[in-house]
């Protein structure tokens, strides 16, 4: 089946540090990729779509110049936490979705990184 | 704005007790709907999905799900569950053109022996 890694699985880092997260699809090719946030308890909140090769689309109230998102390739997409504030800790799940034969294709997730910041 | 609820934080049922999961969302066009479970310490994996026709779809691991339309749900069931199924729920939709999935807060299932 579709296989999504995400990497770091963990990271603790002090504040004002940037974190770099990476999502790889590993046996398909992702044209699109979305990353999640989830806070204890509640559910995934989208925070942007992007599609390789394109700027990343944000959901509202998600800071683009705080959250960078890169999807250079159609196997991987990467997530940047610049100048990351204990505000930022979170659980943090990429996702992506097979887009090769146009029929409506479900979304792959990855095991989601935990950041937290002291 | 597409929005899923699920109304259980939290079920607890004894091993071989039937199980059924709900789901609502609020969505003003066509739906695709969605099941994953999350097993602790484990990333989230496709149950079942819906796109169109039968409305009782049939997951994996003897999970099924029936879309009712009129009432926006989207219930998961299992006629018998096992310690195994010990898991967290998310039911989730996405509309028309595969936009992204939207999920609900997630259920909690815990089968004590």
């Known amino acids: 089946g579709a296989v999504v890694s995400q990497h770091p699985s963990w990271v603790i880092c002090k504040s004002g540090t940037s974190v770099k997260i990476e999502c790889r699809s590993l046996?398909?090719?992702?044209?699109?990729m979305f990353w999640y946030r989830q806070f204890p308890k509640q559910s995934l909140m989208l925070m942007a779509t992007?599609?390789?090769?394109?700027?990343?689309?944000?959901e509202q109230g998600v800071e683009k110049d705080k959250f960078l998102i890169n999807h250079a390739s159609l196997t991987l997409s990467t997530l940047t936490v610049t100048s990351a504030h204990p505000e930022d800790s979170s659980f943090y799940i990429c996702?992506?979705?097979?887009?090769?034969?146009?029929?409506?294709?479900?979304?792959?997730f990855g095991d989601g990184t935990r950041l937290s910041i002291l | 704005a597409q929005s899923v609820s699920q109304h259980n934080h939290h079920v607890i049922l004894s091993e071989a007790a039937s199980l059924e999961l709900g789901c609502n969302y609020s969505y003003g066009g066509t739906v695709n709907l969605f099941w994953y479970v999350q097993y602790p310490g484990q990333h989230l994996q496709l149950l079942l999905k819906?796109?169109?026709?039968?409305?009782l779809v049939k997951g994996i691991k003897g999970f099924e799900a029936e879309f009712i339309k009129s009432k926006f749900s989207f219930n998961l069931r299992k006629p018998s569950v096992q310690w195994s199924d010990t898991a967290e729920y998310f039911c989730a939709v996405n509309g028309a053109g595969n936009t992204p999935l939207v999920f609900g807060k997630g259920t909690r299932l815990s089968v004590i022996a």
């Open positions: 996702s992506a979705r097979d887009g090769g034969t146009g029929i409506i294709q479900p979304q792959h």
């Open positions: 819906y796109f169109s026709g039968d409305p």
């Open positions: 992007s599609n390789e090769g394109s700027k990343a689309t944000y």
């Open positions: 046996d398909f090719q992702a044209t699109t």
